[in-house]
T-cell receptor
Framework: GAVVSQHPSRVICKSGTSVKIECRSL??????MFWYRQFPKKSLMLMAT?????????EQGVEKDKFLINHASLTLSTLTVTSAHPEDSSFYIC????????????FGSGTQLSVL | QQQVKQSPQSLIVQKGGISIINCAYE??????FPWYQQFPGKGPALLIA?????SEKKEGRFTISFNKSAKQFSLHIMDSQPGDSATYFC????????????FGGGTRVLVKP
């Protein structure tokens, strides 16, 4: 299957700092990437849809100024958690699909963010 | 509003047994139903998926059964192994809605040796 690389796998930061998470599709071009958030023992919650070359579409209740998404190329999307606070601590996962109408999604390995 | 309901929340099965996880959906526009396996600290991995024009799909030890009229689908793991111990998520998406996945709540499966 297609490979999606997510980096870093784990990050610890101080409250008030910003953290950038990268999501790369290694062997295919991803016109669309999705960012999810997952709390312990809970399901995945979609945060936003990232389309290459255009602004991200955020789900209801997700602060776009807090979670900045950039999809500058067909293989890279980034999520920046700005002015992080302890309540932003969570597991963040990206996913990507090959082609605009392909329903198959492949997930990155996730990033565990801990804000002190 | 939870559009995909998954049960049970957790499941314990003996090695060699069958694990059965059920999901029910509400949105009749859903046209793609994948199952994902997730290990702790890792992202979900696609296991198997089905479309509504098929009632059953089998890949190795994993089988999806799909009942369109009841709006239900299930995952059967045959000959369960300790390595199958993980959290399983059903999901659904609609091509008309941009193929955004809606996930079920997840089932933690523990296979005892």
């Amino acid at each position: 299957g297609a490979v999606v690389s997510q980096h870093p796998s784990r990050v610890i930061c101080k409250s008030g700092t910003s953290v950038k998470i990268e999501c790369r599709s290694l062997d295919f071009q991803a016109t669309t990437m999705f960012w999810y958030r997952q709390f312990p023992k809970k399901s995945l919650m979609l945060m936003a849809t990232s389309n290459e070359g255009s602004k991200a579409t955020y789900e209801q209740g997700v602060e776009k100024d807090k979670f900045l998404i950039n999809h500058a190329s067909l293989t890279l999307s980034t999520l920046t958690v700005t002015s992080a606070h302890p309540e932003d601590s969570s597991f963040y996962i990206c996913s990507a699909r090959e082609g605009a109408h392909n329903e198959k999604l492949f997930f990155g390995s996730g990033t565990q963010l801990s804000v002190l | 509003q939870q559009q995909v309901k998954q049960s049970p929340q957790s499941l314990i099965v003996q090695k060699g047994g069958i694990s059965i996880i059920n999901c029910a959906y509400e949105n009749t526009a859903f046209d793609y139903f994948p199952w994902y396996q997730q290990f702790p600290g890792k992202g979900p991995a696609l296991l198997i998926a089905i479309r509504p024009d098929v009632s059953e799909k089998k890949e190795g030890r994993f089988t999806i059964s799909f009942n369109k009229s009841a709006k239900q689908f299930s995952l059967h793991i045959m000959d369960s192994q300790p390595g199958d111990s993980a959290t399983y998520f059903c999901a659904a998406s609609s091509g008309a809605a941009g193929n955004k996945l809606t996930f079920g709540g997840g089932t933690r499966v523990l296979v005892k040796p």
